[in-house]
Nanobody
Framework: QVQLVESGGGLVQDGDSLRLSCVAS????????VAWFRQAPGKEREFVGA????????AYTDSVKGRFTISRDNTKNTVYLQMNSLKPEDTAVYFC???????????????????WGQGTQVSVSA
């Protein structure tokens, strides 16, 4: 069983930055790909970004490309989501998720992810 704990959310203004962290309790964290998803009020949960085992492979949804960066530190069992130039439409609960991956896989489909955190709220005011 892998437990994931997100932190770093908060209330910021349009154009500000935040860095989310996802800490995993997994003895072989480097075997897992990790993704960030978000869910805004009244909307379905959507993919934001994902990272492969080594951190060398990443994928992003179009709306955050160039603004968000996902990275990982396997020595700290932690994945980060650096969010710059935040917009009100980025307001959502952000979840991290993990699943075992192989090679250079980067998985964007949420139904594949076996483990989920509880989420952290990000609110961006205009």
């Amino acid at each position: 069983q892998v437990q994931l704990v997100e932190s770093g959310g908060g209330l910021v203004q349009d154009g500000d930055s935040l860095r989310l962290s996802c800490v995993a309790s997994a003895p072989t964290f480097s075997a897992y790909g990790v993704a960030w998803f978000r869910q805004a009020p009244g909307k379905e949960r959507e993919f934001v970004g994902a990272i492969g085992r080594s951190g060398g492979e990443t994928a992003y949804t179009d709306s955050v490309k160039g603004r968000f960066t996902i990275s990982r530190d396997n020595t700290k069992n932690t994945v980060y989501l650096q969010m710059n130039s935040l917009k009100p439409e980025d307001t959502a609960v952000y979840f991290c998720a993990a699943t075992v991956v192989f090679g250079t896989q980067v998985i964007t489909a949420q139904h594949v992810y076996a483990y989920w955190g509880q989420g952290t709220q990000v609110s961006v005011s205009a």
